[in-house]
């Protein structure tokens, strides 16, 4: 299943309707225009499969989610209205809504599950940006975006149903504390979320926060039978998030934790 015009109307009008962008003067691209930007899945498409059975100790998710913030230079901010999250827990229930229930296992419940962009085959955000500042790359499935093309005008946030994108309400450089010179910093009144650490597989490199996982997570190309996210996918039962909303997500979860009396 994929989003058609009806739906990105739909989104569109939504967005009007919630204030957003009402900020910024632009042109709205016409919905042929946004269509014919969006890619579907790609051929070379890169996902993830986090085994959330294989982390053992809260410090290995802690460091994933430290090796992340610092390669990218994401701000540490306490005001929760302002944070900038790349990749961060949920709880069950909030990551996989469709997939719970009120007699959830205490194991469960009490489980914090990493979440960040799912680079999606279909990716609503895209769909929806005036600008053309995100995108989905044709090469390797990434949704990317161009900072400096990015207004402002939050429609690819209310349009993800991952949350999976941050705004800068305010000047991130205040909240970095060691800027690492290899990634840009951004601006305030700019969008920013997870690039599949684009910066790092382009130098032959996996993705800090794969690096960071002592194994609980791997990272490659889905259509290449022998590339360790297939590995995984062959032999364990992995589930994505949400589904049924045919965004078409690349990161996949070995729940675990299925043991019957
Ligand atoms: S998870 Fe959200 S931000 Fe990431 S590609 Fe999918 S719709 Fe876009
Ligand atoms: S793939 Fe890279 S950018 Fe995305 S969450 Fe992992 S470390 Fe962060």
């Known amino acids: 299943m994929s989003l058609d015009r009806r739906d990105f109307l739909k989104i569109t009008a ?14 709205l691209l016409s919905p042929d225009e946004i269509l014919a930007n969006v890619e579907g899945a790609a051929s ?12 053992q100790t809260p410090t290995t998710i802690e460091n994933v989610i430290e090796a992340c913030n610092r390669a990218h230079n994401v701000p540490s901010i306490d005001n929760t209205k302002h944070e900038i999250k790349w990749i961060w827990t949920e709880k069950y229930e909030n990551a996989f809504p469709e997939n719970t229930s009120e007699h959830l296992s205490e194991e469960l419940k009490a489980k914090p599950f990493l979440v960040l962009c799912n680079h999606c085959d279909h990716p609503a955000c895209v769909r929806v940006c005036p600008t053309q500042a995100t995108f989905k790359r044709k090469s390797d499935g990434i949704v990317q975006m161009d900072y400096h093309r990015c207004i402002g005008c939050r429609f690819c946030m209310a349009a993800c149903p991952y949350g999976s994108r941050s705004f800068n309400w305010e000047n991130p450089r205040k909240y970095i504390k060691d800027v690492n010179p290899d990634y840009p910093t951004r601006t305030i009144g700019v969008v920013e979320k997870c690039n599949f650490c684009i910066e790092r597989i382009e130098r032959g490199l996996k993705p800090a926060c794969v690096d960071a996982s002592e194994g609980a997570m791997v990272f490659g190309k889905l259509d290449d039978p022998d590339s360790a996210v297939r590995a995984a996918l062959a032999t364990n039962y992995a589930v994505t998030r949400k589904t049924d909303l045919g965004t078409g997500p690349n990161v996949y979860y070995i729940i675990g934790g299925q043991e019957h009396a």
């Open 44 to 55: 070379g498409q890169l996902g993830m499969v986090i085994d959330m059975e294989l982390f």
């Open 14 to 27: 939504l967005t009007a309707l919630f204030g957003l962008g009402s900020a910024s003067a632009f042109k």
